[in-house]
């Protein structure tokens, strides 16, 4: 096995033991970077030297007797983290130099524990899409199959963690922007609850939506992800005061006495058969582990997507006006009047489908619409997650498909949104209710491309959906790094 195929707790157990550097290890990330980047497609800005540097640090630490959490592991984290002196542009042109002055929340976590940042990976602009084909800068592919799309909007998060370009990487999830590009690609992806990671030095999407977490290459490695990155913030006002638990003390593989609900408005007409078959192959393999099946109901599911697509554009709107040209980021020198610098810098700045969400968002903003359609929407995501709250009453956890199908070809959407919105319907209730919720490798389609499981729970549970998705992982066991590149 190369090093840059190890996950964190083996990285680490190796690292303690003195068989590796952390040197080494990230040099073998680099080198596996220099291999298949050209075909991966994952970076926005890869810091070779820095990374180094990082990693000689790291090793400083440990011969030290300093050892933290992630002491000398090469991350990567999603474009629209802020990094103090390493530029962070959301996959917009319009923040296509900007450089932060200050480190996002969770970027400072993972460096007081010692974890090497080798970069900035590729992401949809301003986290809207679900393919990552609306980045500015570089378009990632899936790594199991060039030319199919790595998901979206954390796509090269996704890309770059089943590549082995680094062994674990953040995300962003504001609709299912890390389940569901984790599951296309093969790997774990959590989306917190709402509140238990900070948001603090995340550029904003949609805020009552937006949640950072972690995507790894297996169970174990992801709760210790979470352990980092997750706590109390007082610099941000959605962070929950919350104890937190030692999420790695989840995993065990003993699900006996769990409710497992099945949602049957999940398992309709349209469901890829073979997305069905690897989740009903993770039921049983749950069914067997002593857990309880039943079925369970959400009946306010096929109003999710008309819910988010009004919700979320209304937030973007709005959060997405402070890029005037003034402040930071591009702006038209050429305009002759402030009006016509606004709109031409906006216009040459965003792409195509941030302008449309922009001005969904800021329609139903308008006077004389908000009482029909925002405030509508926000009243029917009460109901929402009024359904999910009824259903954890009959079960501790739901599973489900994470997509409708696996992933499909590059560009095949392209000129398509409302298919690819349609695509998310299966991930963004949980957005909606703030639940937390999980992808887990099931297996892979005839032509090869992974399909996940998703796991949804009550708020604050992760940890029994890592107490799930561990036993899921030991009875399925298709975890692993991506082979074809």
């Not at 592919?141 to 790595?150: D, L, T």
């Not at 790997?187 to 509140?195: D, F, N, R």
């Not at 210790?224 to 109390?232: K, Q, T």
């Amino acid at each position: 096995m190369d090093l840059y195929e190890l996950t964190i707790a083996g990285a680490m157990e190796k690292m303690r033991a003195g068989e590796i550097s952390s040197v080494e290890l990230t040099q073998s990330c680099l080198d596996r970077i220099e291999q298949v980047e050209g075909s991966v497609r994952a970076f926005i800005t890869l810091d070779q030297e820095g990374a180094l540097e990082r990693a000689q640090v790291a090793d400083a630490m440990r011969r030290s007797g300093r050892d933290g959490l992630l002491c000398g592991i090469p991350l990567t984290v999603k474009d629209l983290l802020c990094t103090k002196g390493m530029r962070t542009t959301c996959g917009s042109k319009i923040l296509e130099n900007f450089i932060p002055p200050y480190d996002a929340t969770v970027v400072e976590r993972l460096k007081a524990q010692g974890g090497v940042l080798l970069g900035k990976v590729a992401m949809d602009e301003f986290a809207m899409g679900s393919t990552s084909e609306s980045c500015a800068f570089k378009i990632p592919q899936n790594p199991w199959k060039m030319g199919y799309v790595a998901g979206g909007s954390s796509g090269g998060s996704a890309a770059a963690v089943a590549a082995g370009e680094c062994l674990a990487s953040l995300g962003s999830d504001t609709g299912g922007s890390i389940r569901q590009p984790a599951s296309l690609c093969g790997i774990v992806g959590l989306k917190p609850t709402y509140g238990r990671v900070s948001r603090y030095g995340l550029v904003a999407f949609a805020s009552s939506l937006d949640q950072v977490g972690p995507l790894c290459r297996d169970v174990r490695d992801c709760a210790l992800m979470l352990n980092v990155i997750g706590g109390y913030d007082p610099r941000d006002s959605t962070s929950v005061h919350r104890e937190m638990p030692d999420y790695s003390s989840a995993l065990v593989e003993d699900v006996r006495g769990l409710r497992v609900g099945i949602p049957k408005e999940y398992f309709v007409e349209g469901l890829d058969p073979e997305v069905e078959g690897v989740v009903r192959k993770g039921i049983n393999v749950l069914r067997e582990a002593g857990a309880e099946i039943v079925d369970v109901s959400l009946p306010h599911t096929d109003y999710c997507v008309a819910v988010y697509y009004l919700i979320a554009p209304a937030e973007a709107s709005s959060n997405l006006a402070r890029y005037d040209g003034v402040h930071y980021g591009i702006r038209d020198m050429n305009a002759d009047s402030l009006i016509a610098m606004y709109k031409d810098t906006r216009s040459v700045g965003f792409g195509a489908e941030v302008k449309r969400r922009i001005l969904i968002g800021t329609y139903a903003l308008s006077s004389g619409y908000y009482d029909a359609y925002y405030k509508k929407a926000s009243q029917v995501r009460t109901m929402i997650l009024q359904d999910f709250q009824k259903a954890y009453e009959k079960c501790d956890v739901l599973i489900s498909p994470v997509t409708p199908t696996p992933a499909w070809k590059m560009g095949e959407n392209i000129d398509d949104p409302l298919a690819v919105y349609l695509s998310d319907i299966l991930t963004i209730s949980a957005n909606l209710a703030g639940i937390p919720g999980m992808s887990v490798p099931g297996g892979f389609s005839r032509d090869g491309l992974p399909i996940g499981i998703q796991l949804q729970g009550p708020h604050f549970r992760e940890d029994t959906l890592l107490r799930v998705a561990y036993t899921l992982e030991r009875g399925i066991g298709v975890a692993g790094c991506a082979k074809v590149c």
